[in-house]
């Protein structure tokens, strides 16, 4: 048994080598048909061993691919993009696997386990079933210009499902390469709309460059398609879109999402990614136990059935599920229970903002050798862009060590100086050098520099300072600096005061935030519900209480009065006592507060005693 491994390629230097390397233990021969390529893709291919054919380019992937069968002499094809490889467990299955199926002659065709990997981020981002293994006959042939698949006289090939112990990894669909490969699939498929399935085709596209608008009218008229509604592959990825559309652009049409979803479950109702969805909605409503409930119900069907679906993005936003199951334990109050599924998030994206910044909260009670430690398990502290992504998160943490660690590895293994030494200085308490390098970047962003140039100036008390760099800052940083001063209260601009504050809450002690408190005036409702907002958000509850029942003292509609009420219950729900939160929780409902988390903390407190 002879079997040859093709390959398409064009501009491919990148890639080849891995690809042709990975192929050589399996095949008799290598065929690379070339398509166009101005960088060293065809020298490099025959220097490994490839036999290499040129074909004009005429925007048709069958044609190319076909080009390749023409030439190849084995009895069985492996057929890879140059930017795919067979995993290391797969390669001693290959050949077996293919021997196997040669003395089968009912099969001409081997289904395999396709992986995308997102190089740029070393995240999987999905899996699907895919057809490259096949007899080598001149009746198998590639059929659609784009999309294309193989095909025997325009008949599917009867084939085995291997994709249990061959899986192919691809790595062609990086976040860095996606809009540029969809853009150039979207013009294909505007040519050949007459294929059966171009309408879910051209729904992932449109998807993929973020047309939510085509990308939904194509996945309705996809489902309205027979040839796609028998393939559940594709008829689940285009109820997915449909639901995740119409939850990003039509948030509030709650009765459209909810129809959507029991239309998906009616078929689909155990696929993760369809569950996951539900999962989403329920948290945004605000029903956080059947969210939770479906969220762990998602992972139970990814480890039932997930590795059975033809398709299944799952993994790849897998992510976001532990994240969503992490929010929902924090707002129980199961901190403890929260910090391992915001660690199970990072360990899946390391490069999720949101999950870090969620995570990094419960981490302020850890002591920061500890915080560093557990850090550097998840990041490499010798890869530049670990270190960039940790410092952009923790840079105005106001946690000097840890503040420290990571801006002398940015600093000294990297050789960065950027803003990062402001913050630096400032867990340094070094307030002067922290002003020096402030200045230099108010120059060119006086918007964003003007607020952490006041809070320096502030928390530092350098007084004559501020006078010699009074013109570089904006007339109401000014005002706020004089009052701060001369201990009189702030009348001027709230977006000024709430901004300067906002910066001082991360960086400045109990007695710098208090003395600035003090400036506020204390009968400006709308200041001081923006107070007690930056410091619900800092989760500094107690400071937060007294901010909200100074407000909802104030005159005050009875709606906004449901909404203190329940803020100030919350604050007291986060400190463990349940008996005011209780007594502000019912003050709340009085005052005519009726969105669904009300009753989840009802029944956390009742479980509590």
């Known amino acids: ?237 285009m109820h997915y879109y449909k639901i995740f559309i ?33 999962a989403v909605f329920l948290l945004l409503e605000k029903h956080y136990s059947q969210a939770y409930a479906k969220y762990l119900y998602a992972l139970h069907c990814q480890e039932e059935y997930g590795k059975t679906l033809g398709q299944n993005n799952f993994i790849g936003t897998i992510d976001e599920v532990y994240s969503g199951i992490a929010q929902i334990l924090c707002l129980m109050n199961r901190e403890a229970d929260a910090f391992s599924y915001y660690v199970k998030a990072l360990r899946s994206n390391k490069y999720n903002r949101e999950v870090f910044q969620s995570m990094f909260t419960l981490c302020r009670t850890m002591p920061e050798h500890e915080t560093i430690a557990f850090l550097n398990s998840i990041y490499e502290v010798d890869k530049e862009e670990d270190v960039n992504f940790i410092i952009a998160q923790i840079a105005e943490c106001g946690i000097p060590k840890l503040v420290l660690y990571y801006a002398n590895k940015w600093n000294n293994t990297f050789a960065h100086e950027d803003d990062v030494l402001i913050y630096a200085y400032l867990a340094q308490r070094n307030y002067l050098n922290a002003l020096e390098i402030a200045l230099l970047y108010l120059k060119n962003d006086k918007d964003s520099y003007s607020p952490l140039v006041t809070a320096i100036l502030i928390m530092g008390r350098l007084f004559l300072e501020s006078e010699t760099i009074k013109d570089q800052i904006g007339e109401d940083y000014r005002d706020l600096i004089r009052c701060y001063y001369s201990g009189s209260n702030y009348l001027g601009n709230n977006n000024t005061y709430v901004t300067v504050f906002s910066k001082l809450i991360k960086h400045a002690d109990q007695n710098g935030i208090t003395d600035y408190l003090k400036l506020a005036d204390a009968t400006e409702a709308s200041l001081i519900s923006r107070i007690a907002e930056v410091l619900l958000t800092s989760a500094r509850y107690e400071q937060a209480i007294s901010y909200y029942q100074l407000l909802f003292e104030l005159t005050l509609g009875e709606d906004r009065k449901a909404v203190v009420a329940f803020n100030t219950g919350y604050c007291f729900y986060k400190l463990k006592q349940y008996k005011e939160s209780l007594n502000w929780f019912e003050k709340a409902i009085q005052n005519g507060y009726a969105e669904n988390d009300m009753a989840e903390y009802l029944q956390w407190m009742k479980s509590q005693s």
Not at 56 to 67: G, T
Request: proline share 1%; glycine share 4%; with cysteine.
């Open 1 to 237: 048994m002879k079997i040859s491994g093709c390959i398409i390629a064009r501009n491919e230097e990148l890639n080849i080598v891995k690809c042709i390397n990975n192929l050589k233990s399996v095949t008799d021969e290598i065929i690379v048909v070339d398509t166009g390529s101005d960088d060293k893709t065809r020298q490099i291919a025959e220097e490994i061993g490839a036999s290499v054919y040129e074909q004009k380019w005429e925007n048709d992937f069958s044609k190319a691919r076909n080009a390749a069968l023409e030439r190849a002499t084995g009895d069985w094809i492996i057929f890879l993009d140059a930017d795919e490889f067979f995993n290391e467990d797969s390669l001693s299955l290959l050949r077996p696997a293919i021997q196997k199926a040669h003395s089968n002659p009912n099969i001409e065709g081997m289904l395999c386990n396709l992986f995308n990997i997102d190089l740029d981020t070393g995240r999987f981002l999905n899996s699907s079933y895919v057809m490259r293994i096949f007899r080598n006959r001149k009746h198998i042939r590639y059929i659609n210009q784009i999309h294309e698949e193989i095909s025997n006289k325009g008949a599917k090939l009867k084939h085995s499902n291997n994709s249990d112990i061959l899986t192919i990894m691809h790595t062609g669909y990086s976040s860095s390469l996606q809009a540029e490969k969809a853009k150039r699939n979207l013009e294909m498929l505007l040519i050949d709309t007459e294929h059966e399935i171009a309408a879910y085709h051209l729904a992932t596209t449109y998807f993929i460059l973020g047309d939510y608008k085509n990308a939904y009218q194509y996945a309705d008229l996809a489902l309205s398609i027979k040839a796609i509604r028998d393939i559940d592959q594709l008829a689940y990825k």
């Open 246 to 278: 119409t939850m990003s652009l039509e948030g509030s049409n709650k009765t459209k999402i909810q129809s959507l979803i029991k239309e998906a479950n009616k078929k689909f109702g155990k696929h993760p990614e369809i569950v996951k969805m539900e």
